[in-house]
């Protein structure tokens, strides 16, 4: 891991900017544009974790430096992780310029951080915190919107990952301890029914089951809730089976079965035999553009 600082400017906090591998290789150019926007408006130290040894010890020894993460909806997952891990998440709010292809930014186009490097840098500087819900499971990991679960399996990124991508797939799968194959009920020939292949789960939502293994699953959905309806500690859950729909609201899903992989936002995970989320309200904060008040003379802001 290298780093590097620039010296104080009497603005606002001092920053420690976390810079995803993978968004330099994608990316450069957003890359260098948000890290000069960010270093001349406050002190900044700029470091390049390569493991998750490197990550937590950046993070435990940041002393005031507010993070701020310079890449993918996974990179910053992976640092609401660590924070998490390290009993810190709620400390100081956290900053996030997105780089990436569009469907590896959509949490964060989702949670309102703007897409221009320049404008998101700015809401780094000048924003304001906004506290927001968290997904933890009872293995360690987050998600910063949804989790899916889908009887076709988990869509596994095209091309040869890198930089965090392939730190945090290699970490998953060390993870499980076991090799396990998700199991699936459809055609032999794997051809997908007329509304699509299902695995046989168990679905808890506080203690309420809503399906059980004796009959197929297709989807489980879990999302967090936006708008007025975020903050509530509770998750909106899909669960859609053969000819059937039932929508239910939790702050605890649990979902068992023989072998299942998932994505949380977006990004494979598993195959695993049983998982709990839960919600966590407004444990982490993100730094959000201020919203202004209205004029007196009823003019924008």
Not at 70 to 92: C, H, K, P
Not at 179 to 200: A, D, F, K, Q, Y
Not at 253 to 261: E, H, L, P
């Amino acid at each position: 891991m290298s780093s590097l600082s620039t010296p104080a400017t009497g603005g606002p906090e001092p920053l420690l900017l976390l810079l995803d591998p993978a968004a330099r290789q994608s990316d450069g150019e957003s890359v260098r544009i948000a890290k000069d926007v960010l270093s001349g408006g406050a002190d900044v130290k700029v470091a390049y974790p390569e493991t998750p040894s490197e990550l937590d010890r950046v993070l435990s020894h940041r002393g005031r430096r507010r993070p701020v993460v310079i890449g993918s909806d996974l990179a910053l997952q992976r640092v609401l992780q660590a924070l998490y891990r390290q009993r810190e998440l709620g400390t100081d709010p956290v900053g996030l310029v997105p780089v990436g292809r569009p469907e590896e930014v959509a949490a964060a186009r989702g949670l309102g951080v703007p897409a221009a490097p320049v404008a998101a840098a700015r809401a780094v500087l000048a924003g304001a915190a906004r506290k927001l819900d968290l997904l933890v499971d009872d293995g360690g990991g987050v998600a910063l919107g949804g989790v899916r679960i889908s009887g076709s399996g988990v869509r596994r990124p095209v091309g040869r990952p890198s930089g965090w991508r392939s730190l945090w797939a290699k970490l998953a799968a060390a993870e499980q301890g076991t090799v396990l194959t998700p199991e699936r009920t459809g055609p032999v020939r794997g051809e997908p029914g007329p509304e699509g292949p299902s695995s046989r789960l168990r679905v808890e939502a506080d203690g309420r089951l809503l399906a059980d293994v004796h009959r197929p699953v297709r989807v489980v959905q879990v999302t967090l809730p936006s708008g007025d309806a975020a903050g509530e500690g509770v998750m909106e859950i899909v669960v859609r089976a053969p000819g059937a729909l039932l929508r239910a609201r939790a702050a605890s899903v649990s979902v068992a079965g023989r072998g299942f992989g998932y994505e949380a936002d977006g990004h494979p995970v598993g195959p695993v035999r049983a998982r709990t989320w839960t919600v966590h309200p407004g444990c982490w904060g993100l730094l959000l553009p201020a919203v202004r008040p209205p004029r007196a003379d009823g003019g924008p802001g």
